[in-house]
């Protein structure tokens, strides 16, 4: 519990430098806001009362930090403000499309573990045999491909050569469970074969490292099968450097959905962030940040707390 | 099974046993054409230095080492007569555990540091005897109990980390009685122990050996604890047994120069202060190239010419219960400091 | 044997009270408390006990890795706990030590003779031919063939090559007082006999003088003249070689001398034999540390502490109860 207070202890300056930080930067955007909303009205040009009515209605004739200062205040009793460009709250915005992007991070992450734990183990168990390189060498390869390009070539592949696999687009979950779920396959898969390679390399090494330890030798001296051994003893202690990597690896996440959901036409978190950039939505921009910026706190500590649960030498050392 | 004829075999017999490692700078000779037996009841010491092949020779007993072609192995090894080299992994994994158990030397690297204690030892109860969960935890507390570790039933729940090296080492033992082994080896279960601790696990696994007419094969590099702990010894130099007898006479009459450079090359308590020690002189042979002859002989201070060119076998005189692999015995006479 | 009358002759090393406390887990502990000792010039002390004992943190203490938490320690007559690490550096050449794994503490990078020529080069040492003669001197005399060694790797060489390497790299400054902290504890009987004949060798060629840090009691009466036995922090017996030998004090000495396996040795003295485990130096036991383990313990024990005294001539015992018969 110590343990777990020091870590949530740690992660709260880092949430506030994170949307402190954005918020300058969002600031410094060359260009006046007020003018970019009006001017996009395509009415008449406005007039200097509007504008001087529209920042004043926006907070915008105030110093920099103290409308930090005031949204940070709104910010913390829940109120995200309201879009500049449709009036909708961002927190509502938020909400209906938080759900779309976490079932697609999930998914994607649930993928990458599925594919990269056994052949992970694999390769590690049949170091430098033909499989091991074999494998090797297509995760090599498979490194040297982003994402944008890894989609293109599954969508290819899935929905245009073999028709298995919608293309595009998403369906409620309500509507249509299976639906919803086919659709997430392919953008999923591309934001978790991306992952793959690494996650593998890394599991890879460490079983390989692990299975010289004498418990190796023991738990095969009392007998045991080679996959109970694999699984129930190898694995954990090597999931160390893989856990930490999946958490280092959150940031890629974040990005690959941004772009994956711009491809596959998805209407998730992502894309509300490009949408709002393109409209110079700031407030809604900074919505986003603040959503990602708690994403991304709350799955590090997730992390941590892992490593309590995979080895509890942890716990005791903090 | 254990009729009158079963019981007139030795339990275990090893016969010209090689196990050659094969490595990018070339072969490693770790065990080379090694050749002993083992009775019931009985304890085996198997002396010698780092290098010497002892700790792969265990694992190849118990056939653990690596089965990706980079081992490669010659030779029977006959438990209760079946040559378990020739056994299929299945039948082979049945004895392992259940019939041969091992205890490593460093309990703090020997159990699974993320398992709890109980677990560790209830899946041999499980996956092996095929008990169920309830009867297991119930016999796990029992040998945690039956190996001197106070409240049994605590620690089933706790992580290794939690006991002391000597403690690691009793769970260890724990798991290895676990399927009541008919041999147990014992890969240096005390180096990696205070002295004191020493004594008591020593203590406690010849008690073990006794109450339930276990064999073990003790594997040490101290002399002085196979004085102490075991009936029979071999002892072994760069992947050979140098020479091989009961140990009393074994530490009466030494007839292997090596065994007797051993035995002086060790400090003992009741030599006085600055002794000069009869060092060995060089290093034992590497393993990957040895040498022809005797592979002692480079450090041995008898040394003749046929030494360097002609290995010794293992051969006996007055004695054929005393072998030894020298072209040159030692006469039969007392050396060594500790003898009175 | 080393000249009694010439050892007590001049003290190099009084280490008065010294006291090293961590923090761990937020708690304060003593590693080792109130050790205090006196190295005469020539002499050999064996400090011995079993792992964390705090026999090591006693050797580092004394060359002021860390400096003491509290406590003196004086070398050749200086106060070394007062010192700057600008004033220490020139001391520290004459003050050497030796680990336990030889082989981690040499730099898998680096040549032997650059390992070996490190500390004159430190030291301000510049001219090559020089350097280069010492080198080959100090390897020659550890046994080390310079022709091939020099320009080799340390991983080209077995623990027992490296140790004598190590050694070499301690005597090239011409230290006075080295301390050996377990340095033969990794290596096989046959090379540990070689290495500790070194040391004696070495001692009489170079005048040193050995703090001898061990686990091994017999290694420890081989070399030393002098024998410390340490158990939880605290020093509890210290005598001669032969003496503590012959006529041990401290129950925890008589009992380490019985639990050691000898060549021709049947069994264990159980009746000598240690029961139980090593406290927690985070939580030691009241009044004597050893108590809890000692077969004679009497309520005394636990009350009080009992304090580190002569029992005879250059005897010392802390025990309410020491052992007396021969």
Request: net charge negative; proline share 6%; aromatic share 6%.
């Amino acid at each position: 519990m110590q343990y777990f207070k020091l870590k949530l202890l740690h992660l709260i300056p880092v949430f506030f430098i994170v949307t402190f930080a954005s918020f300058m930067m969002l600031n410094l955007l060359p260009g006046d806001l007020v003018d970019a909303i009006l001017l996009d009205e395509e009415s008449a040009p406005p007039t200097e009362e509007d504008r001087l009515a529209l920042a004043k209605e926006l907070n915008l004739d105030k110093p920099v930090i103290v409308r930090y200062a005031l949204w940070l205040g709104n910010m913390l009793t829940g109120d995200l403000g309201r879009s500049y460009v449709t009036s909708q709250p961002v927190t509502e915005a938020l909400w209906q499309r938080i759900p779309i992007s976490l079932e697609l991070m999930v998914m994607s992450q649930i993928l990458a573990i599925l594919i990269s734990v056994p052949l992970g183990v694999m390769s590690g168990y049949y170091a430098n045999s033909t499989f091991d390189r074999t494998i090797s060498t297509g995760a090599f390869g498979l490194l040297a491909i982003p994402v944008f390009i890894a989609g293109t070539m599954l969508i290819w592949v899935f929905a245009i050569m073999l028709g298995w696999l919608p293309s595009s687009g998403h369906w409620a979950m309500e509507e249509d469970f299976w639906r919803n779920i086919e659709g997430f396959i392919l953008p999923a898969l591309t934001i978790g074969l991306v992952e793959v390679p690494v996650l593998m390399r890394v599991l890879r090494t460490d079983i390989i490292t692990t299975l010289q330890e004498d418990y190796i030798a023991l738990a095969k001296s009392k007998g045991m099968t080679t996959s109970y051994i694999m699984f129930h003893h190898a694995l954990r202690p090597s999931s160390f450097s893989y856990v930490t990597l999946l958490g280092l690896q959150l940031g890629n996440l974040i990005t690959g959905s941004i772009v994956v959901e711009t491809l596959f036409s998805i209407p998730g978190v992502g894309q509300l962030l490009i949408n709002s950039v393109d409209n110079r939505d700031e407030i809604m921009v900074q919505g986003v940040i603040t959503f990602v910026a708690l994403v991304y706190v709350g799955m590090n500590l997730a992390v941590d707390l892992m490593y309590a649960v995979l080895d509890p030498r942890v716990a005791r050392r903090a | 099974m254990p009729d009158s004829q079963m019981s007139e075999q030795p339990l275990l017999e090893v016969n010209n046993l090689y196990t050659h490692f094969d490595t990018p700078r070339g072969v490693a000779h770790a065990v080379d054409g090694v050749s002993f037996t083992l009775d019931r009841g009985k304890t085996l010491g198997i002396v010698g230095e780092s290098g010497s092949g002892k700790s792969v020779l265990s694992r190849t007993i118990i056939d653990i080492l690596a089965k990706d072609g980079s081992v490669l192995h010659d030779g029977e090894i006959i438990f209760e007569g079946r040559d378990l080299r020739s056994l299929p992994e299945k039948e082979m994994r049945e004895i392992r555990g259940r019939e041969i158990a091992m205890v490593f030397q460093d309990p703090m690297s020997s159990l699974n540091p993320v398992k709890k204690i109980g677990k560790q030892i209830t899946e041999v109860l499980v996956k092996r005897l095929g008990m169920n969960k309830n009867a297991a935890n119930l016999r796990a507390a029992e040998l945690i109990d039956s190996v001197g570790i106070p409240d049994a039933e605590q620690q089933l729940t706790r992580f290794p980390m939690h006991l002391s090296g000597g403690m690691r080492q009793r769970v260890a033992i724990a798991i290895a009685m676990a399927c009541e082994p008919k041999l147990l080896i014992a890969d240096e279960p005390t180096t990696a122990l205070d002295v004191t601790i020493q004594a008591q696990i020593l203590d406690f696994l010849r008690e073990q050996q006794r109450k339930r007419n276990m064999s073990v094969m003790l594997i040490t590099h101290n002399l002085g604890i196979v004085s102490g702990y075991t009936d029979d010894v071999a002892v072994m130099y760069a992947g050979k047994i140098a020479e091989r007898c009961s140990t009393d006479e074994l530490i009466a009459h030494p007839r292997m120069p090596y065994t007797e450079a051993l035995m002086n090359s060790a400090p003992q308590l009741s030599d006085p202060p600055h002794t000069r020690l009869q060092a060995i002189p060089g290093l034992p042979p590497n393993l990957l190239n040895v040498p022809d002859g005797c592979r002692f002989h480079a450090r041995c201070p008898y040394v003749q010419d046929d030494c360097k060119t002609d290995l010794p076998g293992l051969t006996s005189d007055d004695n054929p219960d005393h072998t030894f692999a020298c072209w040159h015995p030692l006469q039969n006479k007392a050396v060594g400091g500790g003898v009175q | 044997m080393p000249d009694s009358t010439n050892t007590t002759e001049a003290t190099l090393l009084e280490v008065r009270d010294i006291t090293v406390e961590y923090v761990t887990q937020g708690q304060r502990f003593a590693a080792i408390s109130d050790v205090s000792m006196d190295i005469a010039k020539g002499e050999t002390l064996g400090l011995v006990g079993e792992s964390g004992c705090g026999k090591s943190t006693t050797g580092r203490a004394i060359i002021q890795l860390p400096t003491p938490t509290a406590g003196s320690v004086k070398f050749e007559g200086r106060e070394l706990t007062e010192l700057t690490h600008t004033d220490m550096r020139p001391i520290r050449k004459r003050l050497q030590i030796i680990f336990q794994d030889p082989v981690s503490s040499l730099n898998p990078r680096r040549r032997v003779k650059d390992i070996v020529a490190e500390p004159l080069i430190i030291s301000g040492m510049t001219n090559k031919a020089e350097i280069d003669a010492k080198v080959r001197e100090v390897l020659n005399a550890v046994g080390m063939d310079p022709d091939i060694t020099l320009d080799r790797r340390p991983h080209q060489f077995s623990g027992g090559q490296c140790q004598r390497i190590c050694i070499a790299r301690s005597l090239i400054m011409e230290p006075n007082l080295i301390v050996c902290d377990e340095p033969v504890s990794a290596l096989d009987v046959s090379v540990q006999a070689q290495i500790l004949n070194l040391l004696e060798d070495m001692k009489e060629r170079y005048g040193l003088t050995l703090l001898f840090i061990s686990h091994d009691l017999a290694v420890v009466k081989n070399i030393s003249d002098r024998v410390a036995v340490m158990y939880l922090g605290k020093f509890c017996e210290l005598a001669s070689s032969e003496r503590i030998y012959e006529a041990p004090a401290h129950p925890y000495t008589a009992g380490l001398m019985a639990t050691i396996p000898e060549i021709g040795d049947k069994s264990i003295d159980n009746a000598m034999a240690l029961t139980g485990e090593i406290p927690s130096p985070l939580n030691p036991p009241s009044g004597c540390r050893f108590r809890t383990r000692c077969p004679h313990a009497q309520e005394k024990c636990a009350a009080e502490e009992p304090a580190f005294s002569e029992i005879e001539p250059g005897h010392q015992v802390a025990c309410h109860f020491p052992l007396l018969g021969e």
